[in-house]
């Protein structure tokens, strides 16, 4: 797959340097994977969530929520957001409220 703002995911690194290995072990496995579903990311990526339109994966055990919007026909991962834990539940909040 192709990881669309990869200079986005460096900037988290600046951030959040103790995310730094997780979030480069997710990119390689992304960059080397064609992912066709959601069910085929979970077989990479146990705890991936899907909550339409993104895909939300925990990064470093459960201390970051990496959210993502894949386009799996075309081979595409784009980055949206890094939050830390209580970051996501705050976001994810203002998210449903919205619905």
Partial sequence: MNVIKKKTLDGYVTRHADAAEPLASWRKIF???????IHAVRAAF???DFADPYTV????????????IIHYRYQRVYIKEFFTHAEYDQWNRQRSKRK
């Fill in 57 to 68: 994966f925990n990064i470093k055990g459960n201390n970051y929520r990496l959210i993502t």
């Fill in 46 to 48: 146990p705890t991936a």
């Fill in 31 to 37: 960059e080397k994977t064609e992912f066709s579903d």
